[in-house]
């Protein structure tokens, strides 16, 4: 190994990183896709259905769908959304040695890319990568709100759950890119109102007029019939969930509650070991030079937070939830940081030994999970 890599345990961490990451992907593959393969089934045969976007565009393309394609399509977004945030961040923070620690702490959490590499396939990537797109984007006209729009009803149309996952934090890069740069103006403030209301009822139609109006044997065999294996019916057996009222959701979320709760305290150790991320974001929002805009980015953070806690009691898929959520602060991170400032936050320190200690530890853990931690 280089010996620069020795002298400089941050860069070491990287490549410990990529080492982990190619651990995940190995075993990732070896997984059967329940969940993400029957996605790329469904689509609008039977009218406008919830959770069918990706499966009525794949459907454009290919009448049969064979199992690799979810690697294939989860490989890729999982590529785009790795690749624009070294963008991102390189246009941010840049790669100076002073925030190597700040980028381990972000691109190496077992929260972030780790996590999606383990969950490869489902639909929680895309709303990281729409939002991460709209991080990148100039937001200096009215456009910028309606493109975000649309970003959040494409999400929306994957799975109404991103209203509460990753729409939200959506919502606050257009504050605080838009509308506190540009200031609020009569035109864009009517199209955010309207944008929210147009995608309330959009929700509000997946959601309790999504469902599928023919009986669950008709709709398996129609994904049966689109299956390039017809023989592996075990992958049809989450086909339920496109049945399943939320009453009966958040019964079986209460039901495993117990149970689930007693991964509450990993979660909060994982956090923790996030400290010197957490400090850094709060050192950015005190040193903004603008009182009201600390105000609005304390707000913000509270409101996406509330946001996953409704989650939380309406589906059980923990280990998913606490990961996006550190994600959207990640993402919230970067635009604070375009914010006009009074001083300089000081970068995590590189030299510290208990913020080492966390970095290597961050590091090693390969993944949080999809249910419970691991």
Partial sequence: MNLRLWENPWRLTLAVNAAVLAGVFLHKITLQPYVPYIHLLVDYHFGFTKRALIGAIVSLFTAKVPVWLVFVLGGAAWLITAGLFVQLFRR?????????????????????????????????????????????????????????????????????????????????????????????????????????????????????????????????????????????????????????????????????????????????????????????????????????????????????????LVMFAIVFDYSRWVSNWAVCLMLILHAVKALPAAKEAAPIKADNRKTLVFGWIVTLIPRVGIVRPF
């Fill in 92 to 308: 941010t923070f840049g790669f100076e040695q002073k925030h190597l620690p700040l980028f381990v702490f972000m691109a190496g959490s077992p929260f972030f890319l780790k996590n999606f590499m383990h969950t490869l396939g489902h639909f929680d990537i895309y709303g990281c990568l729409l939002a991460i797109g709209l991080l990148l984007i100039p937001a200096r006209s009215v456009a910028y709100v309606l493109l975000a729009a649309l970003f959040s009803a494409i999400l929306v149309l994957i799975h109404h759950i991103h209203l509460l996952m990753y729409v939200p934090t959506i919502a606050v890069i257009v504050v605080l890119r838009h509308y506190l740069a540009s200031g609020m103006n009569r035109q864009n403030l009517a199209v955010g109102f309207a944008s929210l209301i147009g995608l309330g009822a959009l929700f509000i139609a997946a959601q309790f007029y999504g469902t599928v109006p023919v009986s669950e044997a008709e709709f398996v065999a129609h994904l049966g019939s689109r299956m390039a294996d017809p023989s592996r019916t075990n992958l049809l057996s989450f086909g339920y969930i496109w049945y399943q009222p939320l009453a009966k959701e958040i019964s079986d979320t209460w039901q495993r509650l117990p149970h689930n709760l007693l991964g509450v305290p990993v979660f909060a150790l994982l956090i923790w070991l996030h400290t010197p991320l957490w400090r850094y974001l709060r050192n950015l929002i005190a040193a903004l030079s603008v009182d009201a805009h600390r105000r609005i980015v304390t707000a913000a953070i509270i409101i996406v937070s509330l946001g996953y």
